[in-house]
């Protein structure tokens, strides 16, 4: 996953994730977080969007929830998920 985000926002703002600010906080093979200063938030939307493969394995990334801290984050919208 990590190189999969990694080439595509290369490809895609000619920047590095490191540049824009995001920042993989955390995948299980099946959902993750990913952090983003609030400036970049359409843009990281836009990332996750255009990312269609991982491992020569077709995948669809949907945007569950987003908040100002990850704290938050976990604790209410996403208390479900598994992390």
Do not use: W
């Amino acid at each position: 996953m990590i190189q999969t985000l990694y080439k595509t926002c290369q490809s895609l703002f000619s920047s590095t994730c490191k540049e824009k600010g995001f920042f993989l906080v955390h995948f299980n093979g099946n959902a993750g977080i990913l952090r983003c200063p609030l400036t970049e938030l359409e843009n990281a939307k836009t990332l996750l969007q255009k990312i269609d493969t991982i491992n020569n394995t077709s995948v669809t990334i949907n945007t569950l929830a987003t908040s100002g801290t990850i704290k938050s984050l976990l604790t209410t919208s996403l208390k479900d998920e598994k992390f």
